[in-house]
C-alpha cells in the first residue's frame, strides 16, 4: 500500500529539503552537555530519569520486604524489633504505592506519548520536569527518615487514630503526611501535562478512534489522578492539621470521626489500584498485537471497557471497610459494585486472548511478562471477587488472605506488564535491546518465586494468621508456610537482581542511535527518534499507521510530512484539535533552564522543613518557590510573530489564547482538581453532621445573617472588577491595574469577614469536628484566593512591561478561569457553613 500522505494523497513536502533544514531542527533540540543535563525538559531526558528513580524505589522497597520476610520465616524471630518492623512495614507499602507503582506508569507516559502520538514533545516540558524533580528530591528524603530514627510506623495508610499526635508522636506520622501530601502533587502536575499531551499534541489525522490503547489508558489514568489524588491531600491536610493544631476531625469524643479518614483515603486509595492497572493493561494492548503479527481485536470494545473501569473504580472504596459497621444496604451496593467491576477487566482479558489466537505468537521475554502476567492477575481478580462477598471478607478481613490478594493484583497487574515493556520498548530508546537469554531467565525466576510466595498465604490466612504482625508462636500451623513465603520473596529478588544484570550490560539510553523496530510494530514510537522526536510530523489515518504504510519510516526521515524544520528559530510542536486532529496552532516550546529545578527544590524545601517545625526558613524557602516558578512561567506567553508554514498549504498562527491555546486546558484540568478537593471537603463536612449532629451550634449561635451578606457581596464585587478588567484591557493601564486590586482585595476580604464573623460567634476550630471542618474550609478558600492573587500580581508585572494586552492575553485568561473559580467556591462555601446548619438546626 502507498502512502497517504495527507488527506488529499500529496506530502506536505516536496524533496530535496534545504540542506541546512535538518542542522537549523538539531539546534534547536540540543541538550546541554555534562552535569547541564539536569537542567534538560525534553520528555525522553525526563522520562529516562523517572523511570530509572521509579524503578530505584522498587529495589528498595523490595529489600525492605526481604528485611520483613525474612523476621517472619521463622516463628519468635528476633532478627529485628517490633519498632523497626513497623517502620519497614510502612516504608514498604507506602514507596511501593506512592514513590513506584504512581510515578512508573506516569514516567512510561512521559517517555512513550510523545512518539507514539508524533508530537514533538508534550505541551508542558518544564512542568513535566518540575514534577520529575519534585518527586525525586521528595522521595529520596522520605526514604532517607529510615536511617534516622524518624520513619513513619502507623502504616501506608496511616489510620487515626494510631496515626494522631497522641498515639504517634514525633514528626514520623508528620513526614508521611507532608512528604506524600506534596509528592501526590507532582503526580497532578503530571496528569495535567498527560491530559494536555494526548488531547491536543496529537498528530495531523490522528483522531481519537485511531489513537493507540496506551495512549487512551493513559488519558484515562490522568482524568483518574485528577478527581482521585485529591481525596488523599485533603485527608492529610486534615490530619496534619489535627496533630498539628488540634483541630478535632477524627477525634470521636469532640465530634470527629476515625473513620472520615478511612473515606477520604480508599476514595483515593482504591481507583488508585486501577490508575496503575489501567496504563500496564494498555502496555499489554500495544505488545500482544506486535508479538501475535495481527491488529488488537475489539480495540473500540476495549476503550469502552478501560472508560467503564475507570468509571466504577470510584465506586468502591467501601470495598476495604466491610468490617466497619457499614449499613447493610450500603455493604449490598458496594459489594455488587465490586464484582460489577470485573466485568471490563474481563472484556480486555478475552480480546488479548482473541488477539493471541486470531495470530502467531512469538515467545519472546516481553511475551511471557505478558502471559504471566495474565495469569497472575486473573487469579487476583477471582479472590478480588471472593473478598467482594461480605460474609467472606469479615472472615479473611485484615488475615494474610489479602496480602495474597493485593499482590497478585498490584505485581500481577502492574509490575509483569512493567517488566514485559521494558523488554519490548528498549529497542526504541537503547542502542542495543535487552538479553532475551537473561530476560527468560528472570521471567522463570519472577513468575516461580512470586507464586512460591504469595500463593501460600492465601492458606496462611485462611487458617488465622493475621496481617501486620512482627512475629507468631510456634504450633499455630503458619511456620512451614511463612518459610516457603521468604524463599519465594528470595527467588523474586533474584529475578530482578537478573534484570538488573540485564541492564547494565545492555541497556544504553540514546536518542540519536536506538536498535530500532526489531519487532516489526506498527504504532509511530517505533519511528526514528532524535532530540526532536521524529524529523516530520506524519499524517495518520489509521490505527498501526507503519504497517498501512509500509515507506512512512522512510518518508518521515526525509522531512516529507509536516513541520520537518522549525520556522521560529526555536522548539516548536503542532496543537491539533481535541477530537479530530486538525492542525490548530503552531505552539513554540522552551529549552533547557534552571528555574523549574530550583523551584522542585525550594518547593520540596518548603514542606520538608515544615515537617520539623522550621517555620520561618520553609516560608522563605516557599517564596523562593514562587519567584521560580513566576521566573520559568514569564517568557512562556510569546509574541506572535505572524503565521507559520507547516506544509501541504496550512499556515498555522504562532499565538492563540483562550479554548484552542493549550494552558487553557491545562487551567482547567486544575481547576478540576480543586474542584475535586473541595468536594472532597463538603463529602467530610456533611459526613461528620451524620455521624455527630449533636456537636453542631444551634441556629440561634450562628453569625448574624449581616456578616455572610457582606461576605456575599464582597465575593460578587470582585467578579464584578474581574468583569469589567476584561473588558477594558489593553485600553487603560492604569484602570485595569486598579480593578484587578480591587478584585483581588474584595476576595480576601470576604475570607476575612467570613472567618471574623465565625470567630465572633464563639466558634473555635479545636472546640469540635465542626469547627475545625468550617475553618478548614476557610483553609482551602485561602488557598485559591491565594493563587489567585499570585496569578494576578503575575499579571499586573507583565502589564507593566508591555508583555499584557487585548491581543497577548493567555496570562490573563488563566488568571480569569482561576479568578471564576475562587468567587464561586466562596459563594458556595458561604451557603454550606452558614446555610446549611441553619436549615437542619
Known amino acids: 500500500m502507498t502512502v497517504a500522505a495527507t488527506p488529499t494523497g500529496e506530502y506536505p513536502h516536496p524533496l530535496p529539503r ?30 529516562y530519569l523517572y523511570i530509572a528513580t521509579a524503578f530505584g524505589f522498587f529495589v528498595l522497597a523490595g529489600i525492605l520486604a526481604l528485611l520483613m520476610r525474612t523476621q517472619l520465616a521463622v516463628p519468635d524471630n528476633t532478627f529485628i524489633s517490633q519498632e523497626t518492623y513497623n517502620q519497614l512495614f510502612t516504608m514498604h507499602g507506602t514507596v511501593m504505592m506512592f514513590l513506584f507503582a504512581v510515578p512508573a506508569v506516569e514516567a512510561m507516559g512521559v517517555l512513550l506519548l510523545p512518539q507514539m502520538l508524533g508530537a514533538r514533545d508534550l505541551p508542558f516540558p518544564r512542568l513535566g520536569a518540575f514534577a520529575f524533580w519534585v518527586y525525586l528530591v521528595g522521595g529520596l528524603v522520605f526514604f532517607c527518615t ?38 501526590e502533587i507532582s503526580a497532578i502536575a503530571g496528569a495535567i501535562e498527560i491530559i494536555v499531551g494526548v488531547m491536543r499534541t496529537r498528530a495531523p489525522g490522528m483522531t481519537l478512534a485511531r489513537m493507540p490503547i496506551f495512549a487512551w489508558t493513559m488519558l484515562i489514568l490522568a482524568g483518574m489522578i485528577v478527581f482521585a489524588f485529591p481525596a488523599v491531600i485533603l485527608a492529610t491536610i486534615l490530619l496534619e492539621l489535627e496533630r498539628a493544631f488540634g483541630w478535632p476531625f477524627f477525634i470521636a469524643e469532640r465530634g470527629g470521626d476515625p473513620l472520615l479518614w478511612q473515606h477520604l483515603f480508599w476514595f483515593f486509595g482504591h481507583p488508585e489500584v486501577y490508575i496503575i492497572f489501567l496504563p500496564a493493561a494498555g502496555m499489554v494492548s500495544m505488545i500482544v498485537p506486535t508479538m501475535a503479527g495481527t491488529s488488537l481485536v475489539g480495540h473500540r470494545l476495549i476503550v469502552v471497557a478501560l472508560i467503564a473501569t475507570g468509571f466504577f473504580s470510584f465506586g468502591l472504596w467501601v470495598h476495604h471497610m ?13 459489594s455488587a459494585a465490586s464484582m460489577a467491576v470485573s466485568v471490563p477487566s474481563g472484556i480486555q482479558v478475552f480480546a488479548w486472548i482473541a488477539t493471541i489466537a486470531a495470530g502467531r505468537l512469538r515467545l519472546t521475554a516481553a511475551s511471557l511478562f505478558v502471559l504471566g502476567f495474565l495469569t497472575v492477575f486473573t487469579l487476583g481478580g477471582l479472590t478480588g471477587v471472593m473478598l467482594a462477598m461480605v460474609p467472606f471478607d469479615w472472615q479473611a478481613h485484615d488475615t494474610y488472605f489479602v496480602v495474597a490478594h493485593f499482590h497478585y493484583v498490584l505485581v500481577g497487574g502492574m509490575v509483569f506488564p512493567l517488566l514485559a515493556a521494558f523488554y519490548y520498548w528498549a529497542p526504541a530508546f537503547s542502542e542495543k535491546p535487552l538479553s532475551e537469554r537473561l530476560g527468560k531467565w528472570a521471567f522463570g525466576l519472577i513468575f516461580t518465586g512470586f507464586n512460591v510466595a504469595f500463593f501460600p498465604m492465601h492458606v496462611t490466612g485462611l487458617i488465622g494468621m493475621p496481617r501486620r504482625v512482627y512475629t507468631y508462636p510456634a504450633g499455630l500451623g503458619w511456620d512451614w508456610l511463612n518459610l516457603v513465603s521468604t524463599v519465594g520473596a528470595f527467588m523474586v529478588a533474584a529475578a530482578i537482581l537478573v534484570i538488573l544484570v540485564d541492564f547494565v550490560r545492555n541497556l544504553r539510553p ?14 509511530l514510537e517505533w519511528m526514528e527518534n532524535h532530540t526532536y522526536g521524529a524529523r516530520s510530523v506524519p499524517y495518520v489515518d489509521s490505527l498501526e499507521p507503519l504497517w498501512a504504510h509500509p515507506t512512512m519510516v522512510d518518508d518521515v526521515h526525509q522531512g516529507r510530512y509536516y513541520l520537518p524544520g522549525t520556522n521560529t528559530g526555536g522548539r516548536e510542536a503542532i496543537v491539533t484539535s481535541a477530537v479530530e486532529a486538525e492542525p490548530q496552532y503552531l505552539m513554540r516550546l522552551p529549552g533547557p533552564g534552571w528555574a523549574h529545578v530550583l523551584a522542585a527544590f525550594f518547593t520540596a524545601a518548603f514542606f520538608l522543613l515544615l515537617t520539623v517545625k522550621a517555620v520561618t526558613i520553609a516560608l522563605a524557602c516557599g517564596a523562593l518557590a514562587v519567584a521560580m516558578i513566576v521566573a520559568w512561567m514569564w517568557n512562556s506567553d510569546p509574541a506572535s510573530v505572524g503565521r507559520a508554514d507547516i506544509g501541504g498549504g496550512i499556515a498555522l498562527p504562532t499565538y492563540v489564547s483562550g479554548p484552542v491555546h493549550p494552558a487553557w486546558w491545562a487551567m482547567c484540568v486544575l481547576i478540576a482538581v480543586a474542584g475535586a478537593l473541595y468536594l472532597s471537603y463538603v463529602f467530610g463536612y456533611l459526613y461528620l453532621w451524620t455521624v455527630a449532629p449533636q456537636t453542631w451550634p444551634a441556629a440561634s449561635a450562628l453569625p448574624a445573617a449581616s456578616w455572610i451578606i457582606l461576605a456575599a457581596a464582597l465575593l460578587v464585587a470582585s467578579g464584578v472588577a474581574l468583569s469589567a478588567a476584561q473588558r477594558i484591557l489593553g485600553r487603560s493601564r492604569p484602570a485595569f491595574a486598579i480593578l484587578v486590586a480591587i478584585g483581588v482585595a474584595s476576595l480576601a476580604a470576604a475570607l476575612i469577614v467570613d472567618v471574623l464573623s465565625q470567630w465572633r460567634s464563639g466558634l473555635r476550630p479545636e472546640a469540635s469536628g465542626h469547627g475545625a471542618m468550617v475553618y478548614a474550609g476557610a483553609v482551602l478558600q485561602a488557598q485559591v484566593s491565594a493563587a489567585v492573587a499570585v496569578m494576578a500580581a503575575f499579571a499586573l508585572m507583565r502589564l507593566a512591561r508591555g508583555l499584557l494586552d487585548a491581543e497577548r492575553r493567555v496570562v490573563f485568561d488563566n488568571l480569569r478561569l482561576m479568578w471564576i473559580y475562587a468567587v464561586g467556591q466562596g459563594l458556595f462555601s458561604l451557603l454550606l457553613t452558614h446555610g446549611f446548619p441553619r436549615a437542619v438546626g
Open 322 to 334: 466491610f468490617t466497619t459497621g457499614i449499613p447493610a444496604r450500603s455493604l449490598g451496593f458496594f
Open 146 to 183: 529510615l536511617f534516622v530514627g524518624m520513619a513513619p510506623r502507623d502504616g501506608w495508610f496511616m489510620y487515626p487514630p494510631l496515626s494522631s499526635e497522641r498515639f504517634s508522636p514525633g514528626v514520623g506520622a508528620d513526614f508521611w503526611l507532608l512528604g506524600i501530601g506534596f509528592i
Open 510 to 523: 540514546t536518542l540519536t542511535d536506538a536498535a530500532g523496530n526489531i519487532w516489526k510494530a506498527g504504532t
Open 18 to 47: 534545504p540542506p541546512d533544514e535538518l542542522d537549523r531542527l538539531k539546534a534547536a533540540w540540543a541538550l546541554p552537555k555534562g552535569w547541564r543535563i539536569v537542567s534538560a525538559v525534553n520528555n525522553t531526558v525526563i522520562g
